[in-house]
C-alpha cells in the first residue's frame, strides 16, 4: 500500500515544542521527508532522512524515524507563529519501473499561538 | 532561476469546459510531476516525466485528464470536459532525480461550476 497517514491538526503556544507525527507503508523506502506548505503556496522542503538513520538534527527541527514501526516524527523546538503551516511527511518508493515516486501524507495543520 | 511557473494562479470554469494548466519546470530538471490536492484527498501525484517522457500515469483519475511534456521546459495538464469534482488546487513541481528536493510551484487553483 502507499499509505502515509498523520494527524490533521496540532496547536501549541509560541515557544512551546511541537511533535509531529507519521506513519508510512514502504519499509524499502530509501528517503524520508518533511515538506511545509504555507497558506496559498507550494511545498517546501523542510528536512529529509536517510533511511539508515535514527536521528537528524537541523536547527531547531529533530528528525527521528523508527524503521520497525515505520514511525517518523518532526520536532520543532521554541515554536514561533511563523511556523504556522501545514506539514506534510513523505516517502520515497519504488515503483514497476524502477523509478522512484513521492507519495504524500494528508498533512497536519500547526497552528502557533502568542 | 524564478522557480517553477504554473499559470494561471486561479481559474473558474463553466462544468463541460477543457481547461488547461501550465507549468514551466526549473531548468536542468530531469523530472517533472504534476499533483492534485483536495480537503478530501490531500495531495495526489496524478503523473510525472523523466526527461519529457511519462513515467507513472497511474493516479490520473480518468481519461477526461491527459498531460504532456513537449520540451524540457514546459508542461500542460488538460482537463476536457471539467466537472465541479475537478474543483482543486493542481501543483506542478520539478527535481533533479527522483530522490532529490522537489521544488513546487505555486499552484493554479481551479474551481469548476
Known amino acids: 500500500g502507499e499509505d502515509v497517514e498523520q494527524s490533521l491538526f496540532l496547536s501549541v503556544r509560541e515557544g512551546d515544542s511541537s511533535v509531529i507525527n507519521c506513519t508510512y507503508t514502504d519499509s524499502s523506502s530509501t528517503y524520508l521527508y518533511w515538506y511545509k506548505q504555507e497558506p496559498g503556496a507550494g511545498l517546501q522542503l523542510l528536512t529529509y532522512i536517510f533511511s539508515n538513520m535514527d536521528m537528524k538534527q537541523d536547527q531547531r527541527l529533530t528528525v527521528l524515524l523508527n524503521k520497525k514501526d515505520k514511525h517518523l516524527s518532526l520536532r520543532i523546538a521554541d515554536t514561533q507563529t511563523g511556523d504556522s503551516a501545514i506539514y506534510f511527511c513523505?516517502?520515497?518508493?519504488?515503483?514497476?519501473?524502477?523509478?522512484?515516486?513521492?507519495?504524500f501524507g494528508t498533512g497536519t495543520r500547526l497552528l502557533v499561538s502568542p | 532561476d524564478a522557480g517553477v511557473i504554473q499559470s494561471p494562479r486561479h481559474e473558474v470554469t463553466e462544468m463541460g469546459q477543457e481547461v488547461t494548466l501550465r507549468c514551466k519546470p526549473i531548468s536542468g530538471h530531469d523530472y517533472l510531476f504534476w499533483y492534485r490536492q483536495t480537503m478530501m484527498r490531500g495531495l495526489e501525484l496524478l503523473i510525472y516525466?523523466?526527461?519529457?517522457?511519462?513515467?507513472?500515469d497511474s493516479g490520473m483519475p480518468e481519461d477526461r485528464f491527459s498531460a504532456k511534456m513537449p520540451n524540457a521546459s514546459f508542461s500542460t495538464l488538460k482537463i476536457q470536459p471539467s466537472e465541479p469534482r475537478d474543483s482543486a488546487v493542481y501543483f506542478c513541481?520539478?527535481?533533479?532525480?527522483?530522490?532529490?528536493?522537489?521544488?513546487f510551484g505555486q499552484g493554479t487553483r481551479l474551481t469548476v461550476v
Open positions: 513541481a520539478s527535481s533533479l532525480g527522483t530522490y532529490t528536493e522537489a521544488f
Open positions: 513523505a516517502e520515497s518508493i519504488r515503483v514497476n519501473t524502477g523509478f522512484q515516486k513521492l507519495v
Open positions: 516525466f523523466n526527461n519529457n517522457v511519462p513515467i507513472d
